[in-house]
Every structure is written in C-alpha cells, then in structure tokens.
C-alpha cells in the first residue's frame, strides 16, 4: 500500500494541560492578583470587573463576558480592538477558548504594526505569520483553551519566549464589562459555555500572489528588525514596551499607537509601574527566570509623538472579514506517490459494489442532512426571536436602570441642597453669635478704660493704632494697667518708708493690699503717733527729775557724813 502522512497537531504548552484543570469550576482569584488589577489600572471604572461569588459556572450579568486574569494582564481591556473582534468573528471562536499565549501574541503583533511598522494591524500579513490549531488530548478538544494561536512552520517570526506552562489560569475567571464602540452593540459575542469549537477554512487560510506581493515590504521589515546586528528586536522587547506604556493594545483606542504622548497620551490606564512591578509581571508572562535581564528599552526606537512617522508614510488597512459559512472537520491528509495500484477483475467488481453501496448511503445521508437542514433552519428563526426578546429585555434594563440611577442622582442632589442650606444657616448664627460676644467683650474693655479715665484723669494715644476697635481697646486697657501697677508700686514704696514711724514694732506686711489696710484703721494714725510721743515725753520728763533728784539727796548725805 503507499506510504500515507497524517496532518499533525502543533505541539504547544498548552497542550500540555492536565485534565483535571479543563473544566468549569469556582473561581479561585487571590488578593495578589486583584492587587495587579488595581495597580495596572483595569479596575479605575467602578464597574470595570466583577468577580463571581460561589458560582462553579460562569453566568455573567447582563452587558457582561467572560475573561481571565491572565488575559487582562497580557493586554486585554474593553471595547475590544476591532482586530481582535474581527479575529473572534472569522474563526468562529468566543474569547474564553483562547489560550493567554493566544492573546499575548495578537498584543505583540498590534505594536509591531502600530509601533514598529507604523500601519494599522494588518490582516493579510496575520495571514502570513500565524495560523490557527485546536489545543486537546487525542480524542477530545478543550472548551476552555481549546484553541492556540500558531506561528506558521515556514515563517521566520519574534522568538517570543512563551512560559512552558500558564499553571492554573483557567481557574482565574472572571466578568468583564462590555463597553459599546463605534456603534457595535456588542464588540464580544455572548458567553456560550456549551459551544463546540469547529474548525473553519479561515484557521489555515493562506495569501494570495496578490496579497503577498502587498505584505511584502512589511515583511521585509520584519526581518531587518529581527536582524540588523546592534538594534535586533525580540518579542519580550515588545512585551515589555506596551506593560511600560500603560495603553492596552487590544483595547479600542482613539489614537494609535505611533502617536503616543507619554504620560499625558489619552489610552494609558494608569500611571507607570514601579521597575520591581514591571520586571516581575514580565518573568510571568514569559519564560524569563530571575538570572535573564528585562530589557529596559527597545532596541529600535518605536513610532511616538517624539518620533513621528516619515512623511507620505505607506499604511495599510486591512481588517478581518465577515465570519465564513460552513464548518470544517479537521481531517486526516493522505499522501499520493503517484503509483498506480494493480488492476484485477476481483478489485474492480469489490470496487463497483462498494461504490454502489456508498452511493446509498450518500443517498440517506443526503436525505438525513435535508432533514436536519430544516430542523435547523427552524432552530435558527426560534433563535433569531429569543435573540429579539433578549434585546429588547437588555434594552429595557438598561432604561429601568438609566431611570433609577437618574431618580437616585436626583434624590442625592436635593438631600445635598437641603444639608448645605442648614450648613450655611448654622454658619450664620455661629457667626452673628461671635459678633455679639466680641460686642459684649468691646463695651466691657470700654467701660473699664472710662472707669480708669474716670480716676486718673490722665488720657492716651496709641503711637501705631491697628485700626481694629477691639485691638485698641485692648492696648488702652494694657495702658492703664501699667500706670495703675506703677501708681501701686511706688505707692508701696512710700507706705514701705512711713511703716516703722507709725508701727515701730510690728514687722511690715509682704502684700500692698495688707500694707495699706494698716494704714487705713478706723482711728487716726497722727493723733495715736502724737500721743505716743507725748506719752514718750513725759515719760522721759518724769525720768530726768527723778534722776536729779536722786543726785541732789546725795549730795546733802555726803555733806552730812563729813
């Protein structure tokens, strides 16, 4: 028999996958990652993500899909780019069926285009690099992964160093919200856990002469970045350029990437990553271990506003086409030698025969499929109304929610009008209050100057007056104070000299107040000084004659005795 070759499966990574790891289950997503979500700025919108509670099967909420941490981390961001969108479209594929290497490598070849190529993302030159093969065991696809982007077996591409193994990616599910984007109603087709994945015509569609001639002069670019000796660019170069820009290459943006502005460009999500941050996530992404440098830059200076486009600059636009019809099985390719096989009358009438009794069966198998082809047709106009109603119920939840949101913004207002409007009259009276009492404190201070005024007849004039009645009035009272403490001290100081005239024998008192309450007794202090000094007088009078006295008798004794 001749020699027969079957088309063989590529061996991918994520092949690898163990089988415990391809169904549906609970999400299992740690605070570390919601961590890089925030910081890689994917949660900024309040209503960005959401994440599922106990449920082992994914049900989105309305306006919602399914998605994976790790495809967010590798540039995913809603509304989709209208390339990825095309691509999901015309494989015939939903975004939770392919692998994150898969989304990775969409990321890196739009900022090759965008960033290095300075053109759109180019379908025809997709065509040319990648092609499309189901990711499973011998007898069974995955659902979840079930399809891996290839790059072609005779294409020199980026070595992209993809992880030998995404471990546990499929675990980390997760809601996306769906933004419309240029008038699409919905960029990403509703979530279908149960949809087959059926390969199309379009996963190994090939260029034409024509098209090859066109993608030509890209290509050829491709190569020189690939290997001009000094500037050569590699794939985790590109990686690390779209994480250190912050813009989400397969995110609908206003403006491409070979206009970027820095810090201030409109599509960055967040500000930049810290150099530990962004070394780590790109030793995730890739196969780089701790030992591998991260490149710090490009060694080619990608397209930005500072590094503008040459002029008359050729781009391309060339976006996926409309979804194909029809399915395709992935078959079994038999190899033709050219040799012809013997020819024996026995052959030939097995031959007859068993082309006849194929013919049958074409027969009721034709039969079947027009049966089928009408049950299907009715499935499909069932369909087509459920997706009507399905409509007009979105359309509906999103007014009875506009509605409510309005109703609640409303409410909020008015409730902030009354608060500001009692904060404003509390304000007042607090206010009016506090003029009253520095009133009260002014008339008091006044008063007490009069008072002063009143006493000492004596008037002053601030040399720099503050122009504030209250101020002034202050620095007049300190006045007065100073001339009454002046008045008390030298006060004491007289009292202090008169004290031991008038109470030779008391000690003098250490407070004025006590000082001069000896000098105010209800009796008069001169008339008792005079009379102490008479009482003195006398006193001494009585002394002298005594004493005279005493000596005169002496005198006549001592006469008498001689």
Not at 14 to 26: F, V
Not at 106 to 126: A, D, H, M, V
Not at 258 to 280: F, I, P
């Amino acid at each position: 028999m001749p020699p027969r070759t079957r088309l063989t499966r590529h061996n991918t990574p994520e092949s690898k996958m163990a089988a415990e790891d391809l169904e549906w289950e609970r999400s299992k997503i740690s605070n570390q990652d919601v961590n890089l979500l925030k910081r890689l700025g994917l949660m900024k919108k309040e209503d960005a993500i959401r994440f599922p509670s106990e449920e082992s099967y994914p049900d989105p909420p309305m306006e919602y899909r399914v998605s994976f941490v790790d495809h967010l981390i590798r540039g995913l961001s809603t509304p989709i780019h209208d390339f990825l969108r095309g691509l999901l479209f015309v494989y015939g594929i939903q975004l939770h069926q392919l692998t994150p290497n898969s989304i990775l490598h969409i990321s890196i070849f739009i900022t090759l285009c965008e960033c290095f190529l300075g053109t759109p993302p180019n379908w025809i030159l997709w065509k040319r690099i990648f092609c499309l093969r189901r990711n499973g065991s011998h007898n069974s696809t995955y659902n979840i992964g079930g399809v891996v982007i290839c790059v072609r077996t005779d294409v020199d591409y980026f070595d992209v160093k993809f992880p030998d193994s995404v471990q546990g990616w499929r675990k980390r599910w997760l809601y996306i919200h769906e933004e419309s984007a240029n008038s699409v109603e919905h960029n990403i087709i509703p979530f279908d856990g149960s949809a087959k994945i059926q390969r199309r015509r379009s996963w190994d569609a090939e260029v034409s002469e024509e098209e090859k001639k066109a993608t030509e002069a890209l290509m050829s670019r491709i190569h020189q970045l690939q290997n001009t000796r000094g500037k050569e660019l590699s794939g985790v170069q590109i990686t690390a350029y779209f994480l250190r820009i912050r813009v989400q290459p397969l995110q609908a943006r206003k403006n491409p990437l070979w206009t970027y502005a820095g810090e201030n460009d409109a599509n960055r999500l967040s500000n930049d990553l810290s150099v530990k941050d962004l070394e780590k996530l790109i030793r995730r992404i890739s196969s780089l271990s701790k030992r591998d440098p991260i490149p710090s830059s490009c060694r080619v200076e990608p397209y930005s506003s500072t590094n503008p486009l040459p002029e008359n600059h050729p781009t391309m636009v060339s976006l996926p086409p409309l979804p194909e019809g029809g399915d395709v099985e992935e078959r079994a390719i038999i190899a033709d030698d050219n040799q012809e096989a013997p020819s024996f009358p026995m052959i030939k009438e097995l031959i007859r025969i068993g082309a006849q009794f194929i013919g049958k069966i074409l027969s009721f198998l034709a039969e079947k499929l027009a049966a089928i082809n009408e049950r299907s047709n009715a499935l499909a106009q069932k369909l087509e109304q459920s997706e009507e109603a399905r409509k007009k119920a979105e359309l509906d939840a999103v007014q009875a929610r506009a509605e409510a949101k309005a109703k609640t913004e409303a409410a909020g207002v008015e409730d902030l009008r009354k608060r500001l409007h009692a904060a404003e009259n509390s304000l007042s009276e607090h206010i009016a209050a506090q003029s009253a009492r520095e009133e009260a404190i002014l008339k008091r201070i006044r008063t007490q100057s009069r008072r002063f005024l009143n006493r000492t007849a004596q008037e002053f004039e601030l040399e720099e007056p503050e122009n504030d009645a209250l101020l002034d009035a202050l620095s007049f009272l300190e006045f007065h104070g100073s001339e009454a403490r002046e008045g008390i001290d030298h006060a004491k100081a007289g009292l202090s000299r008169l004290f031991p005239y008038f109470f030779p024998k008391k000690e003098e008192p250490a407070t004025f107040l006590k000082l001069a309450e000896c000098f105010d007794p209800s009796e008069d202090l001169g008339l008792r000084v005079r009379h102490e000094n008479m009482k003195v007088a006398v006193e001494s009078t009585v002394a002298l004659v005594a004493d005279s006295s005493k000596i005169s008798t002496g005198r006549k004794l001592a006469t008498l005795i001689r």
